[in-house]
Antibody, heavy 117, light 111 residues
Framework: EVQLVESGGGLVQPGGSLRLSCAAS????????MTWVRQAPGKGLEWVSA????????YYADSVKGRFTVSRDNSKNTLYLQMNSLRAEDTAVYYC??????????WGQGTLVTVSS | QPVLTQSSSASASLGSSVKLTCTLS???????IAWHQQQPGKAPRYLMK???????NKGSGVPDRFSGSSSGADRYLTISNLQSEDEADYHC?????????FGGGTKLTVL
């Protein structure tokens, strides 16, 4: 069974940093591109970032470019999102998902990030 | 990049059928999309991938009541024999080069 488990969310002050993790199991992690998607309270889904299966290529939404960094450790079956210079508008539940044939396929349960003073 | 447009809400009666629409922006009518279901308080769940031809591929365990179809720039998700557990937000997704886009989501109420 595919499982994606996010962790690392919490309350952080504006300008602060957080690192999210997504632990994967039940599939060959190194074969799949991965992505982060967020959902602000009461809002729709917003794509944040993606990374190729090898980690060689990374992609970002304009809203987070230069502040967030996606990475992965295929030896640990784990995806990361380093978030710096956080803003109130980054408050959201952050989901990781694997990309199968281009679309988001399996989703994690999400981790809540709250940016507030 | 493409834009996906969805109605904010829809409603239908228990046991009936409903057809949800996701519309691709001009110049992107050939794009493949995916539909995801998000029940209240839960993570999204992949339902299917839908081509402009109307061909679709459902995820594992998705009931036969869920089907997809296409017409021009419109991509449809039809749910037959509505059940109470179908009350959820439905999101469409597409991708272009190295970005991906979601529609605003449709909140489906089962009456």
């Amino acid at each position: 069974e595919v499982q994606l488990v996010e962790s690392g969310g919490g309350l952080v002050q504006p300008g602060g940093s957080l690192r999210l993790s997504c632990a994967a199991s039940g599939f060959t992690f190194s074969d799949y591109a991965m992505t982060w998607v967020r959902q602000a309270p009461g809002k729709g889904l917003e794509w944040v970032s993606a990374i190729s299966h090898s980690g060689d290529n990374t992609y970002y939404a304009d809203s987070v470019k230069g502040r967030f960094t996606v990475s992965r450790d295929n030896s640990k079956n784990t995806l990361y999102l380093q978030m710096n210079s956080l803003r109130a508008e980054d408050t959201a539940v952050y989901y990781c998902a694997n990309l199968y044939s281009s679309s988001c396929h399996h989703w994690g349960q999400g981790t809540l990030v709250t940016v507030s003073s | 990049q493409p834009v996906l447009t969805q109605s904010s809400s829809a409603s239908a009666s228990l046991g009936s059928s409903v057809k949800l629409t996701c519309t691709l922006s001009s110049g992107h009518s050939s794009y493949i999309i995916a539909w995801h279901q998000q029940q209240p308080g839960k993570a999204p769940r992949y339902l299917m991938k839908l081509e402009d031809s109307g061909n679709y591929n459902k995820g594992s365990g998705v009931p036969d009541r869920f089907s997809g179809s296409s017409s021009g720039a419109d991509r449809y998700l039809t749910i037959s024999n509505l059940q109470s557990e179908d009350e959820a937000d439905y999101h469409c997704e597409t991708w272009d080069r190295n970005t991906r886009v979601f529609g605003g989501g449709t909140k489906l109420t089962v009456l």
